[in-house]
């Protein structure tokens, strides 16, 4: 949700006052400024001491906040730092005083300004590191209204849960979202026509460990399909065609629609499957070949990690 919170950026209200004009009893009011492209909500701060006359001062004093845990006042010091002078370090120690105050859309902006700075100077490695960094606390949010007409080409009976034209809406469904005997989504999830859910190939023989039989069972019963998330779930070269096909046979044998998306983000290097590009490749075309034996009908989905 980039633009629905803004950032108070805090300038003084007229020139700057004298030292002897900062007496405690009557302590200066500070008002927001907007710098350009930059809104802003209403606020003051009452300071009671001394105000700095430079961005370093302004720093310093929020340095000064932070150390004795009034996030606050610290956030608003490294503000109006930034205000004077709009550099990266300014703009990334307010962004770090906005989280402290659990302020994520005041943070995002000010990593943003600061990530920008960073690549004005010609540091893209670093602003990548930031923004990569701070990633957790910037969500974007798009609402989208979907619906379905009946067009000249479409089919004359569709299933419970196919839509006329355009997509499948599914959800993701763990352990909680199967109940029952026979096994049953909850009320919750039986108007989404694909059910999500991760898997992980195994050497045991257990068939309730090679494949989830009863999570199959339930989105048959409501009339959609299945969507896995198949992770290794172990080294790459250990994974055996009889592994594959014995997991190929009990997905088959279920009788559900199945869109299976093997090993994906193979670009994370938190992942171990991808830490042998050659590897990787040879595993999934194997997976490919020995499991469309099986289940021609299946499709297959990719997701890679997004790159920024």
């Known amino acids: 949700m980039r633009a629905a919170l803004p950032l108070v950026l805090l300038t003084l209200a007229g020139t700057l006052p004298s030292a002897t004009s900062l007496a405690p009893e009557n302590p200066p009011t500070f008002t927001p400024a907007l710098p350009v492209g930059v809104a802003a909500t209403r606020a003051t701060l009452t300071w009671t001491g001394p105000q700095p006359r430079s961005a370093d001062g302004w720093y310093a004093l929020g340095r000064q906040a932070t150390r004795s845990g009034d996030h606050v006042r610290a956030a608003q010091a490294f503000l109006q730092a930034a205000a004077l002078n709009p550099s990266a370090a300014n703009w990334r120690a307010a ?71 355009g997509i499948l809406l599914g959800a993701y469904v763990d352990a909680s979202g199967v109940s029952g005997t026979p096994p049953a989504l909850t009320p919750a999830l039986r108007d989404f026509a694909v ?25 048959k019963a409501n009339g959609g399909a299945l969507h896995l998330a198949l992770e290794p779930g172990m080294p790459l070269s250990s994974i055996s065609d009889a592994i594959i096909l014995r997991f190929a046979r009990a997905a088959q044998g279920s009788g559900v629609p199945i869109f299976l998306r093997f090993a994906s983000e193979m670009n994370d290097s938190q992942n171990a499957w991808s830490r042998d590009p050659a590897l990787y490749r040879t595993t999934f075309a194997r997976v490919a070949r020995l499991v469309r034996a099986q289940a021609p009908t299946w499709r297959w989905s990719g997701c890679p990690c997004p790159v920024t």
Do not use: C, N
């Open 95 to 165: 962004g770090d005083a906005q989280v402290k105050l659990g302020d994520y859309e005041a943070a995002t902006r000010a990593y943003g300004q600061a990530a920008a700075r960073y690549r004005a100077r010609g540091d893209d490695i670093t602003a990548r590191a930031l923004e990569h960094q701070t990633a957790p606390y910037r969500q974007v949010l798009r609402t989208m209204l979907l619906t379905t007409r009946q067009t000249p080409d479409a089919p004359a009976r569709l299933a419970r849960l196919e839509p006329a034209r």
């Open 195 to 219: 059910a999500f859910r991760y898997w992980q190939f195994t050497a045991s023989t257990d068939p309730v460990k090679v494949f989830p039989g009863r999570f199959a069972q339930a989105v």
